[in-house]
């Protein structure tokens, strides 16, 4: 079984407009039953949020279909501390994912900090948190996101917040988001995939692909984000498949571009299963 994981702004949609062919792509995954997931590295918004606004978007996506780094987070966490507590800098998205599992939200002694992006910060809010580092809570990011798109451009992402209170508390914040391989292998064993049969389509060089090419996926870099094909030159990776949109691209075509031929790992099977009858004839 092959699957996908797909990021969101910049692959499927530029803020509130679809970009084009974005509709059939998913939906040829759907007709296909090919399993899939959107990744993103927005905590603010919960994964019911994020599948309503594709859905209005004209993407037929569903709640399941939506992995946030608030949820790989959260479930990271869950995993350290079963039951923990956490200060938060972020919003719903964060808030619901931690409570869903299973942590409480407190404002003081808490085991964790966790920042995600947010609109309303203060200065309040820092020099609490600060307070709470360098009393010995661990200093947890959702993403290290320098920025982030905005309807009127960019605004500072949660690794621009998480960089003051580095530099503050005189330590290094542990992130969970994308290019993670927590999330990026979280979000494949939520799959049911193996790594040699994923692909992950971004648009983003420092995140999408280089998570991907980390974990052992299939990488598809789209041009129709924040990289440039000028910009590959000064990286040591490079994504496996470059197209300008995913209008260019379909199940059949990536299938046939990754996996030519039958079944590589059927094959060996069979092979090795002869190789063994003949030794003990």
Do not use: W
Request: net charge positive; hydrophobic share 40%; charged share 20%.
């Amino acid at each position: 079984m092959r699957g996908y994981l797909i990021d969101m702004d910049g692959v499927v949609y530029r803020g509130n407009q679809m970009i084009p062919g974005a509709d059939r792509f998913i939906a040829d995954l759907r007709k296909a039953g090919v399993p899939f997931l959107f990744l993103t590295n927005n905590s603010q918004r919960t994964r019911r949020d994020v599948a309503l606004k594709l859905q209005r978007l004209g993407i037929d996506a569903l709640e399941e279909h939506v992995f946030t780094c608030a949820m790989a987070t959260a479930r990271y966490l869950a995993r350290q501390k079963p039951g923990g507590t956490a200060y938060v800098i972020g919003e719903g998205g964060l808030l619901t994912a931690l409570h869903t599992n299973g942590f409480a939200i407190v404002d003081k002694n808490p085991d964790y900090v966790v920042v995600g992006e947010g609109r309303t910060l203060t200065f309040e809010m820092f020099e609490t948190a600060l307070g709470m580092i360098m009393n010995g809570a661990k200093l947890i990011a959702t993403n290290m996101d320098p920025n982030c798109p905005s309807q009127g451009g960019m605004r500072p992402g949660c690794g621009a917040i998480v960089a003051m209170l580095e530099a503050a508390g005189g330590m290094k914040a542990f992130s969970v988001g994308k290019p993670s391989p927590i999330m990026m292998r979280g979000a494949r064993k939520q799959l049911g995939l193996a790594a040699e049969d994923t692909i992950m389509i971004g648009d983003t060089m420092e995140t999408d692909i280089l998570g991907g090419v980390q974990a052992g996926y299939k990488t598809v870099l789209v041009l129709s984000g924040g990289t440039r094909r000028e910009d590959l030159g000064r990286l040591a990776y490079r994504p496996d498949h470059i197209a300008d949109s995913v209008a260019d691209l379909s199940h059949a075509r990536l299938s046939e571009l990754f996996f030519p031929g039958p079944n590589i790992r059927a094959v060996r099977k069979k092979s090795t299963a002869k190789k063994l009858m003949l030794a003990t004839a």
